[in-house]
């Protein structure tokens, strides 16, 4: 074995050749393997020696791709990390992860009666991704239940689709049903069966309903209707349709949008109180912050109108996300926007619980157009 052979050996063991160069001297070895074959040489010495060298250059390169997978994934998971919630330049500001999940958090506030709380859960991924969680409730009467969850992932900023498992294991049919007074087209609301209904249910019963008015209201009109009544507003459908929507072909509110019985609070709506720092080597670092939101007393119709308003800026600002968590088209959000501050903010219906006997006796109401029950329960008020 010439000492230029020895030479490019040991470069082959210690991985120092480049592919091309690697590939020559392999080639060079198989023909010198054929050659030590040949009689008078110590054929097993050599094929050892070879087999050693091959299999150490496999072994150091597989130990190189891992070590460099590893390096890719720690780089990886820290700017993932540093992406979603990197560093803000104002203490009160939203990091991306904040901003991401609050469209789901707004989003389901105006679009779903029971859309209270907040996303529960966000794991950050590896590859610049993320999934967020947000629990499916129902309110009946004084109860708040969980029937199922939504997870949404994220690709940087990018949003997919939702996907909904609801814990009962049965899809649930679940639809706003509610009719617009000033339509020619009615839902399929069998209100006389839903009377019934309620009229058979016993008296120790909470329920939960879609009533629809015999025309638009304001917010104003919709608390003094219920202010004397042992009930509870849920939330407040608003009235974004033109007359060309009314009178188009097969309309129907199966998803409309609106407000709940409180406002909705951004993170500029929070003031801070408090801030305890502490000090470290780099400097000081803030361990606990105190917040309050502003006041709201019950039935200040400004302040749910301009909470309500500024969410839907907040979404037009996001609205290819937003448009996620529908399941069908609709207008716009800038032409529902435009449409509120020309028309004001009106209500077509309203969504409330409380005693199921309770609940009955608005039919005795000129103003109840429609009901749909949504769900009952045992007995839970206390009011």
């Known amino acids: 074995m010439n000492d230029d052979f020895k030479e490019k050996l040991e470069l082959y063991d210690r991985g120092e050749m480049t592919p091309d160069e690697k590939i020559e001297f392999e080639k060079e070895m198989d023909a010198k393997e054929k050659q030590w074959m040949k009689p008078g040489l110590d054929k097993n010495k050599q094929r050892k020696i070879l087999r050693a060298s091959k299999w150490k250059a496999r072994i ?45 958090d707004y989003g389901t506030l105006i679009t779903d009666p029971y859309g209270i709380g907040r996303t529960n859960n966000r794991e950050i991924g590896t590859f610049f991704t993320m999934d967020v969680t947000k629990d499916l409730k129902r309110i009946v009467g004084k109860e708040v239940y969980t029937v199922g969850e939504m997870k949404v992932n994220f690709l940087f900023s990018k949003m ?17 049903k509610f009719n617009h007074p000033n339509s020619h087209y009615q839902y399929a609301i069998h209100t006389p069966a839903e009377w019934d209904r309620l009229e058979m249910l016993p008296e120790g019963t909470v329920a939960t309903a879609f009533l629809s008015f015999d025309k638009l209201v304001s917010t104003q009109e919709v608390f003094e209707r219920f202010e004397n ?61 105190t917040h309050s939101a502003m006041s709201y007393e019950n039935g200040d119709v400004d302040m749910l109108h301009k909470q309500f308003m500024k969410t839907l800026q907040f979404l037009e600002e996001h609205e290819d ?9 609709m207008m716009k959000l800038h032409e529902q926007i435009d449409f509120l501050e020309n028309n004001g903010i009106k209500h077509y219906g309203v969504v409330i ?25 045992l007995w839970n008020w206390t009011n």
């Open 229 to 289: 009544r042992d009930l509870d507003i849920l939330w407040f459908p608003v009235d974004v349709y033109s007359k060309e929507d009314l009178d188009a072909d097969g309309f129907s509110l199966e998803e409309p949008i609106g407000f709940p019985n409180n406002p909705i609070l951004h993170t500029d709506d929070w003031k801070l109180e408090s801030k305890v720092e502490e000090r470290t080597l780099f400097g000081s670092q803030v361990v606990e912050t």
């Open 60 to 104: 150091g390169t597989a130990f190189s791709a891992l070590a460099f997978l590893l390096l890719a994934l720690i780089i990886s998971s820290f700017a993932t990390n540093l992406y979603y919630y990197g560093f803000s330049s104002e203490e009160n500001e939203e990091n991306r992860a904040q901003k991401l999940s609050n469209i789901i």
């Open 321 to 329: 996300e937003y448009m996620r968590l529908r399941q069908s088209g």
């Open 353 to 377: 619980t409380g005693p199921s006997k309770e609940i009955l006796a608005l039919k005795e109401e000129d103003w109840a157009d429609s009901i749909h029950i949504d769900d009952v329960a």
């Open 160 to 176: 997919g689709f939702p996907e909904v498992r609801n814990f009962n294991e049965v899809e649930e049919d679940y639809q706003l």
